[in-house]
């Protein structure tokens, strides 16, 4: 391999690092929004607020893996909402300090889906 090859491989590693880390920072200040504005959805500290950034990252990564759904309340539908909404309760159980009820769920859904809709970038949650 010659050496432009291998630095540009190594270059497109840190800037995919750099990606994640910004697509997280992104959920993260999505869902503190959202957390804000949905009654019945509290997060207790910067922590969970961190730890449910990066399950709700994982989670969506999963379901895009496995079933090519991403869980976006715009641009994909229903599904994509009831999907989000479905994410947004799960994500409680994986979480301490994150709690929420059904009906904050689907509200949150629609807040999240907003505001994510609102922010630069490319993030899905």
């Not at 479905?86 to 994500?91: A, D, G, H, P, R």
């Not at 949150?108 to 949650?125: H, K, N, R, S, T």
Request: proline share 2%.
């Amino acid at each position: 391999m010659s050496e432009n090859q291998t630095q540009s491989q190594s270059q497109s590693g840190a800037s995919t690092v750099w990606q994640i880390v910004g697509r997280l920072i992104t959920a993260a200040i999505v869902l503190a929004i959202t957390a804000f504005f949905t009654p019945g959805f509290q997060i207790s500290n910067i922590w969970a607020l961190a730890a449910a950034a990066i399950v709700l990252t994982v989670i969506d990564y999963l379901i895009v893996k496995f079933t090519g759904l991403h869980a976006s309340p715009f641009g994909k539908g229903f599904v994509g909402f009831v999907l989000s909404a479905v994410i947004l309760y799960v994500t409680q159980y994986f979480v301490a300090g994150y709690t929420i009820s059904w009906m904050a769920a689907i509200i949150g859904a629609i807040i999240y889906g907003v505001v994510d809709y609102f922010l630069p970038g490319e993030q899905q949650m």
